[in-house]
C-alpha cells in the first residue's frame, strides 16, 4: 500500500518513517538524522515547492493572510525549497527527481519546474516536462 503523510516538522516526519510511510509532503523542518532515516526506510520526500513559494508570496499582499500568519507564511514558504536542494544532495529519494512523468502531474505551472532545476538539480541532468 501506498500512503502519505503531510508533516513539516522534524518529529512528526520521523514518527511517520517509522510507522512505514511511502512519502512525505513538505518536510519543511526535516533534520539530517531524519533525512537519514528516510534514506534507509526508502521514504520519498515530496516537498510542494509552489505550495511553499505561493504561500510566501500571499504573505507579502497586506491583508490576504491574518498577521499572526504572515511570519510564518515568509519563513515556513520559501524553506520548503531550500530543505529539498539539501534532501535532494542528501540522498533522499524524491520522486520530482526520478520520475519524469511525476513533474508534469504534481507541479504544473513552469515557475515550479524552474524552481527545481535550479536549487536541485544543477549537477545532475533534468528530465522535466511541462504542460
Known amino acids: 500500500m501506498i500512503t502519505a503523510a503531510h508533516a513539516h516538522g522534524a518529529e512528526g516526519i520521523e514518527a511517520r518513517v517509522l510507522a512505514g510511510i511511502t512519502t512525505i509532503e513538505h518536510g519543511t523542518l526535516m533534520t539530517d538524522e531524519v533525512m537519514d532515516l528516510m534514506k534507509q526506510k526508502g521514504t520519498y520526500h515530496v516537498p510542494t515547492i509552489i505550495a511553499g513559494r505561493s504561500a510566501a508570496e500571499y504573505a507579502k499582499i497586506p491583508g490576504y493572510y491574518h498577521p499572526l500568519v504572515v511570519p510564518k507564511a515568509l519563513e515556513i514558504g520559501t524553506k520548503i ?3 529539498f536542494a539539501r534532501a535532494y544532495k ?9 520520475m519524469p512523468g511525476f513533474i508534469r502531474t504534481v507541479i504544473t505551472p513552469r515557475n515550479s519546474v524552474i524552481w527545481l532545476k535550479r536549487e536541485c538539480l ?6 522535466v516536462q511541462c504542460r
Open 81 to 83: 525549497q531550500e530543505k
Open 90 to 98: 542528501h540522498g533522499v529519494r524524491s520522486p520530482l527527481a526520478q
Open 122 to 127: 544543477r549537477s545532475k541532468p533534468c528530465y
